[in-house]
């Protein structure tokens, strides 16, 4: 496989993709440890304190695969209708077919196609991705003239306002004086009600930074590291990628466990509506500055990767280019391999292994789940003829 700029395949994109795969089966397996009862429920310190170190280790998941496919896909070097052709193969028809899997098994079937007429399935929420992908991939076509013109100075300046706006949820929280009102549409699903900012009002949601801020940002940050960013010594990205990954992390866990104490009282099990839990996650957002933080950190690691060995060609590779399937299908086979450990070992201090039970049980359920999608994708791949539309 080429780039689109006919070089060699990027050694560095395939480990990258295999292991935000894993890092968005780690996300999930941690959900249940904050997630629960009405929404929002933590039953001990313990699972409070590794929900927040599992969660914010690997919370730039998101953020990566859209720098990833910027990093090869753009400016794009076809013609617009080529490149949607590509990814509806790619990307739209196994979507079609997953969700609609998703729709059968989980929930009632009637009510989960009524509502795909609007949006994705609450109960497989991890489809989110997909309409954000598709949004994207919408803009490019716009985008790419000025992306094959610009120059480096001129990315940077729209990239600095884009790392302004990761600061934006955590203003609007300052602003608000903590925990923020919450508004509910027509799902019953939860929608805080934003402290306005920059000519935000009740009669305008185009504030702004509107236009320049959440994913558009990982776009803009895979055209300059494609375009900009030459090999780095190993000293040098250790001296960036450290503090950035230590700086984010910092941001997110701190914000996260502060959150819970202060709505808990240091008291537990703590819980209550899923908006409680939204205001929790405020600095595990994937439009916030831990996480972009955390984002850059692991790319800079990522393209010192040069290994393509036998386990590149054997294992890695094809499990890369069965990365889409994966994160497609994964929670099918993660919810059930999740709750039998967790049935098996207990939670928090009182579980089998006492303080070490939350996090062995995030960590076996995640490479367990991994493992068996990866094996069951690549697979599936390989069938002849409908491989890839199953899979991507």
Known sequence: ??????????????WLRVAACFMVILVHCTEPFYLGGDGALILTETDAFWSSFFDSFVR????????????L???????TGEFFRRRAVRILIPFIIWTTVYALVWGAPAENFKNLLLNFNYSAGHLWFVYMLIGIYLLMPILSPWAEKVEKKELQIYLGIWAFTTMIPLIRDWAAGGSVSVIYGPSG????????????A?????????????????????????????????????????????????VSFAGFIRRVMETSDGIFPTGGLVEKAVWWE?????????????????????????????????ILLPVSKASYGIYLIHLLILVPISGAIRNMLGSGEEGLLGFW??????????????????????VMQKIPKVGKYLIG
């Open 282 to 314: 405020t600095t595990w957002c994937n439009d916030t500055v831990g996480v972009a933080l955390m984002a850059v950190a692991w790319i800079l690691m990522f393209k010192k990767i040069k290994s393509e060995g036998c386990f590149y060609q054997k």
């Open 189 to 200: 699903l939860p929608r805080q009600a934003l402290f306005p900012l920059w000519g935000e």
């Open 357 to 378: 039970t939350t996090p062995v049980e995030i960590l076996a359920s995640g490479i367990a789940a991994f493992i068996i999608t990866a094996a069951v994708s690549v």
């Open 202 to 250: 009740s009669w305008n949601a185009y504030g702004t930074f509107y236009y320049f801020s959440g994913f558009i940002g990982y776009l803009l940050l895979g055209l300059y590291f494609r375009k900009f960013v030459g090999e780095i010594s190993w000293k040098k990205t250790l001296f960036i990628s450290i503090p950035s990954f230590l700086a984010g992390f910092a």
């Open 1 to 14: 496989m080429k780039t689109q700029l006919g070089s060699s395949r990027e050694i560095w994109i395939d």
């Open 60 to 71: 730039s998941c998101v953020p990566l695969f859209i720098i990833a496919s910027s990093y």
């Open 73 to 79: 896909q753009f400016p794009i070097h076809y013609s």
